[in-house]
Every structure is written in C-alpha cells, then in structure tokens.
C-alpha cells in the first residue's frame, strides 16, 4: 500500500464559530480545511483560504494517506463531499459533481435555511431536465470520468467490488483501488448508500430536489455515503465540513 507522508500545518481545534478544526497538508494534493458550521458559513469561510468543499475522491485520498501519518481525524468523522443527488420526483435519483448548492453562496443558504426548516431545497423542474439530458448523455460513458451519473439501486457494496460498480467509479474515480485496498486493510466490509427511496421521492409535490452527500466516518465493517436532507448542513458535531485548497 503507498504511504505518502503528510504534515500537519497546525493543531486541532474545536471548530466552532468559523474556527478551522483541521489545517493538514497533503502531499501531492493540497491543504485540507475542516471546519463545524452551517455549510453556507463554512464555504464563505473556505474561500478565504482559496479552497472549496473536497471531492468524494480527493477526500478518500486525503483520508488514505494521512491515516498512515500524523492525524487520523479525516477518517475519524464524516464530511459533507461536493457531489450531490439530484431527487427527481417520476423518474428518480441523479449523482452529480456540478451541484448548484455549491455553486453559489445565495443558493447554499437557502438549502440550509430549507433543512432547518425541515424542508427540502427544491430546484426548477427546467434545471432537473438539464441533469436528466446530461446524465442520459453520459450512460456509456466511464463512470470514473462522467459528471454524472443515474443511481439505480442502493444495495451495498462489498469491498471487493468497488472497482467494478459505476457507483464507486463514480464517487473514488482513479483512487478507487486504492481506496478499496485502504479500506479492506481496516476491516471495512461494506459501503452503504443511505438516500430517499423512490416512493418518498415521488410523494414530494414540491418538485425536484438536491442535497449534497455526507461521506461518513470509517466506523466497524461499514463505509456510508449518504443522501437523505443530513444534520451535517447545520454543523453537526458527528460531522466536518471539509474543503481543500489544491496545489497550484
């Protein structure tokens, strides 16, 4: 397995208030930032380090590297990652690396002030069949390289089929061996996809919804990505909201 050295640029804290909780060079990759605030605060506050929300595969990579080094807190909690599910109510669900929660400040609040409410954070029925025509453009394409991708199922994946399921393919890309070897080396069985089913999708009268997935800790057998409206918008103590400033 490689063992890439990383240096940690400076101490944990708790977070809190705007307060980076992790400040950690990854070699190869950039600065990882962590931090425990509502997810719009937490990209405001990550701009001014130049970094954004991480990827599913640079944060598997981040968490891969630094497990073998000084700090092990990237896989001790979970994070908010920037892919994002698209519900879309008499068709289904859609992942996707161009979410628009990230892709404005405005848009990022009212998705949290939607799941603070106990809402969800509805988009245009026009933006859902953008995604859906992207998606279907894509169907034959790697799943390593698409933007998007349709979620057809949740049923787990066993460790040793990751680099063979075009959800994995989807979320780790070219770090999906790696990541299988990682996670198959710390006895981890198993990846569980936690998202609405398709029933409660279609009982949802407002229309087409996103949220963003929360990658979760490494915990006993089990690797969870999850998709449902997750506490982690409002800074959960189970959750760090991560971003990385990538190498120039």
Known sequence: MTTEKIQANGKNGNGKNGKFLEDIYIQNLGTVYGLRSKLSSAMAQLATKNAFIISGRDFAYSRRVSYYGEDRSLSNLGSIISEAVINIPDYGRILTKDSPILSDEKIAKEATKAHENDTEAYIFKELAESYIT?????????PAESRTLILENLVAIPINKMPFDKRTLFLFEDEVEETRKFLDSLKVKEICFHFDSIDNINKHEGGPYINQLLMGCIERDTLRIMGTPTY???????????GLAKLS
């Not at 982690?232 to 991560?242: A, F």
């Open 232 to 242: 982690n918008y409002l800074g959960s103590k189970d959750c760090v909201i991560r």
């Open 134 to 142: 992207k998606a279907n453009a894509e169907k034959e394409k790697n």
